[in-house]
C-alpha cells in the first residue's frame, strides 16, 4: 500500500467533519480510504440537516 493512502475509521472521518486540527494535520496530503459502512454509519446520524448531508457527501466522495 502507498504510504499516501491511510485507511480510517468512522470516528477519524467525525472528527475530520467537526475540524480537529490535530487531525487535519495527519491526514493532509493522505488519500483517504473508507468502506461502505464508513459511509453508512456517517449518512445514518439522526436528524442531519440538507447542508451537513451535503458536506459528509462532499468527503466521501472524496475517499
Known amino acids: 500500500m502507498s504510504e499516501n493512502k491511510i485507511f480510517v475509521d468512522t470516528n477519524i472521518l467525525i472528527y475530520l467533519l467537526d475540524g480537529e ?14 468502506s461502505i459502512i464508513n459511509e453508512l454509519e456517517l449518512l445514518s446520524f439522526p436528524n442531519l440537516t440538507e447542508n451537513q448531508e451535503n458536506t459528509i457527501r462532499d468527503l466521501l466522495s472524496g475517499c
Do not use: A, H, P
Open 21 to 34: 486540527q490535530e487531525i487535519i494535520e495527519i491526514l493532509n496530503g493522505k488519500e483517504l480510504v473508507i
